[in-house]
């Protein structure tokens, strides 16, 4: 029973997906329909400035962290976290609340990853700044970030591995798009 409530409660959770769900809020004018058309925090940047890219990123991050302290504290690491991860990033990507046209998933994951390895939450965030500074192409910080971290986690922290695993393989497929216009030469810049 605990595991069920665990998936869906967590799912439930990123499914509020915060470009969405804090559009009449933040005052946003509608990422669906400019930019890349995908309502994550890069999108929101381009179209609607630092700020409220920051916003819609904090949101989409505390909605993952804030769960998982909670399974952390009440019903203790492994199992649970890595299912109510997934769950969340599922939502965040795949959310029932926007008939499953959700965001990318990478603030989402980056909650995940601040709770279940905070060191290599610190490490990724930096690459993320300073690849995506570098490059002006938010998707090869993202990959590149992915990338790391599988290899971190196959080295140090093993028992969260098949975790990161499908949370790598959920967001390449969720940057598909992402991937072939970098290929191709024609992906935006941030």
Sequence with gaps: MILLTVIFTNYLIGSFVAAIFLKQKLNLVNV??????????????????????????????????????????FIGNGF??????????????????????GGKGFATYLGCLFVLDYYAFIFSALLWISISKTTKKAALATFSC???????????????????????????????DNLRRFFIKKEINL
């Design 80 to 101: 649970y976290l890595q299912v109510a991860s997934l769950s969340l990033v599922l939502g965040h990507i795949y959310p029932i609340l926007y008939d499953f046209k």
């Design 32 to 73: 669906t329909k400019l930019g890349s058309k995908n309502p994550g925090a890069t999108n929101v940047f381009r179209t609607n400035g630092l700020k409220k890219a920051f916003l819609v990123f904090a949101f989409d991050f505390l909605k993952a962290v804030l769960p998982l302290l909670f399974i952390k504290v």
């Design 146 to 176: 992915l990338l790391v971290n599988l290899i971190y986690t196959y080295f140090f922290q093993i028992k969260y591995f098949e975790v990161q695993i499908v949370l790598t393989i959920l967001l390449i497929i969720s940057h598909f």
